[in-house]
């Protein structure tokens, strides 16, 4: 049962929803290589070596806005959270654990912000 | 099976692994979204740094990193069976099936990745 399989300090709420995160990543992570980083320069470079013009036209279309937002959005919480489930099992003192997880918020935020800056303004004439 | 003189139990190489991998591609996420705001540099700039992307060095990494994903997903995928589909019953199974998927896509987008970067 699910309850037994609950272990270390970081609670179950963290547990449960890296699960769940977790799987919802599966199809957008595989979808995101596959557009991304597999199909776009001509067959050539693509992986990691995108021209401008490809980047900048996929970026400007409304359905890869709101696609690149939930999935952003879902990785980093993914990521933080997964931070904070390792950090729970070796930090103990209720103060310092406060500490990482308020730290572990603010870079969350503050990447998920510049992240939105990217998708959310941006026009390609 | 033995390594480094400990006896290396199957459960506890996935765990360290998982753990390991997922720290890795949380750090690559930052650089990854700090890449995509050099987008408002305009053309040239970011040109430049896709351009230093295509250095080999670069394209190990990234089929690395690529490899850590593919892990990271298929033993996830497996620790949520686990959890919720009492999958215990047959872990060992879920376990190799999960290591054979990922050396297998591993392999593929390898190939995608040397073939279409590297040899032309």
């Known amino acids: 049962m699910a309850q037994n399989q609950a272990s270390g300090n970081a609670g179950h709420f963290a547990w449960f929803y890296q699960r769940v995160t977790g799987v919802i990543l599966i199809p957008l992570l595989f979808i995101h290589y596959k557009v991304n980083h597999f199909s776009i320069s001509g067959g050539q470079g693509g992986f990691g070596a995108d021209t401008y013009a490809e980047v900048a036209a996929k970026l400007a279309d409304p359905f890869w806005k709101s696609f690149d937002i939930l999935f952003v959005a879902f990785a980093l919480y993914h990521g933080m959270n997964g931070l904070w489930i390792i950090a729970a099992d070796y930090v103990h003192k209720e103060n310092h654990r406060l500490l990482v997880y308020g730290t572990l918020w603010t870079l969350g935020l503050a990447a998920f912000i510049a992240a939105l800056i990217v998708i959310v303004p941006f026009k390609y004439p | ?120």
Do not use: C
Not at chain 2, 36 to 54: C, D, L, R, S
Not at chain 2, 64 to 93: C, P, Q, T
């Open chain 2, 1 to 120: 099976m033995r390594f480094l003189g400990y006896e290396v139990k199957t459960g506890m190489f996935s765990w360290l692994l998982h753990r390991i991998t997922g720290v890795g591609i949380t750090i690559f996420l930052f650089f990854h979204i700090w890449t995509q705001t050099q987008i408002y540099g305009g053309p040239e700039k970011f040109n430049a740094v896709m351009e230093f992307y295509k250095s080999p060095l670069i394209k190990i990494s990234e089929i690395l990193l690529m490899g850590a994903i593919i892990f990271h997903a298929l033993n996830g995928l497996r620790i949520v069976i686990v959890d919720f589909a009492e999958g215990s019953r047959y872990h060992k199974k879920l376990f190799w099936g999960a290591m054979a998927a990922t050396a297998v896509l591993f392999l593929v987008g390898t190939w995608i990745v040397v073939s279409r970067t590297m040899l032309h």
